[in-house]
């Protein structure tokens, strides 16, 4: 039988990690990044950038506690500031300000003489913009660091790390299907999708919010 506190922390994470992550709104600004690539080169790219997140986001998961503890700041206050910054990020999926952040954010070309649908490979997007701060963006280091913090046994912090790699081959998929996703879901399809998970987003951040105002005595209870 499945433990109560084990399933309790997988979907936590998961949740938090899928929205924050959010593999398919990224799969549209893979094909972008992409286009006029050959087939095995795009799986070139969708590989390495995902690897090189895995380990940004696990070195954070196994680190970052340590090290913002290095530099004088609280746990609790990092719940607090990374709960608000989450929240940012919800406003942004609910009000199209996300996937336009994005989509600049992809452009790799510094001078901008280059179109969105313009063939361009010249340089490679597998670090940048990709693996970083598209996949391994501030928010998902922050929720590492989060998530690993508030593990109680090795078992939880097992199934934090076994979620992170599900979130992450889930965006493997995403980038290889990215055509087909994108032409099934449409523009209309994949802004739906990313104002729910909006939603979600803001009531996982406020949960770390009061979770980091509780370590503090400024609130009693809190959910989950």
């Not at 996949?135 to 660091?145: D, F």
């Not at 995403?174 to 979600?200: D, H, K, Q, Y």
């Amino acid at each position: 039988m499945l433990d109560p506190a084990l399933f309790d922390t997988a979907a936590g994470a998961f949740a938090t990690l899928f929205v924050i992550v959010d593999p398919i709104g990224l799969a549209p600004i893979f094909v972008a990044l992409t286009i006029g690539a050959a087939p095995a080169e795009r799986r070139r790219i969708a590989f390495g950038s995902v690897i090189i997140a895995a380990a940004i986001l696990g070195l954070f998961g196994l680190f970052g506690e340590a090290a913002i503890a290095a530099i004088g700041v609280g746990l609790p206050a990092f719940r607090i500031s990374g709960g608000i910054m989450l929240f940012l990020i919800a406003l942004e999926m609910l009000f199209e300000k996300r996937t336009a952040r994005r989509s600049r954010s992809a452009q790799v070309d510094p001078d901008h003489t280059e179109t969105p649908d313009a063939p361009r490979l010249e340089t490679d997007p597998t670090v940048f913009p990709l693996a970083t701060p598209l996949l391994a963006g501030p928010g998902a280091m922050a929720s590492m660091v989060l998530l690993t913090s508030g593990t109680k046994t090795t078992a939880e912090e097992v199934v934090v790390y076994a979620c992170l790699a599900l979130v992450l081959g889930l965006c493997l998929a995403f980038f290889l299907a990215a055509s087909l996703i994108e032409r099934a879901l449409g523009p209309t399809g994949v802004n739906l999708v990313t104002r729910l998970f909006g939603v979600l987003l803001g009531a996982l951040a406020v949960q770390f919010v009061l979770d980091g105002l509780a370590d503090y005595g400024f609130v009693t209870a809190t959910g989950g």
